[in-house]
């Protein structure tokens, strides 16, 4: 499900299940997070870039975990997936996505616990939760509005239509569009530039850029929760 490759104190993470638009499972999940707990601990890795294999950086949750009857399924990727938002709001280094493709339902929320995001000319975001029956995940109804206006947020949240980069940059999700055959080279030179500095400051800084959002970004999740159990009438699980 995972790669993992360092280049010059960057960690690139790529999401390696094209064959299923790399979309998470409850291993997947795990998979990440244990990723990134390790490269929060080494000392050679000063940044970390998400990235997805094929044509997909992720289509999000695994559609079997939406089947009837997987409650036992959807129970483990959920206990996989709080724990994986924990270690993504805990993370002190700086954290780049680089979208290639797809980017749909977690695909996309994953974004909005990053640092910077570059994404490819071609790449298509989409947050399907209605359409789904579902509420949105992962703290995005108060992260997303914290970067993109509230109409602009309300009605990608709402609508579940598909949006583009361009539309993804002037959201506030997309930091920069590069060509497609220019994304690996853009976000490492991202990636390297900031690599390159004093690593304490930059852990420094980041920790001053984000005070308090981690404690929105629970506080949302908690809410989305609630909001979920109340909508379908069982224990609040995440997907």
Known sequence: MLRNETVEGVSWLTFDR???????????????ARALADAGEDDATRVVVLTGAGRAFSAGADRSLLDPGADAVRAD????????????????????????GLAVGF????????????AAASARFRLPFTELGIVPEAGSSALLPRRARWDEAAWVMLSGEWFDATEAQRL??????????????????????????DPDAVRATKRLLGAGWAEVAERATARELEAMARLHGRPPRLI
């Open 18 to 32: 094209p064959e299923r638009l790399n979309a998470f499972d409850a291993d997947g999940y795990r998979a990440l």
């Open 172 to 197: 506030g999700v997309v930091f920069d569009v590069v060509p497609d055959g220019a994304l690996v080279a853009g976000a490492q030179e991202r990636a390297a530039t900031i690599a390159a500095r």
């Open 77 to 100: 990727a959920g206990e996989a997936f709080a724990q994986l938002l924990m270690v993504l709001r805990d993370f002190e280094k700086p954290l780049i996505g680089a979208v290639n």
């Open 107 to 118: 695909g996309c929320t994953v974004l909005l616990y990053c640092d910077l995001v570059v």
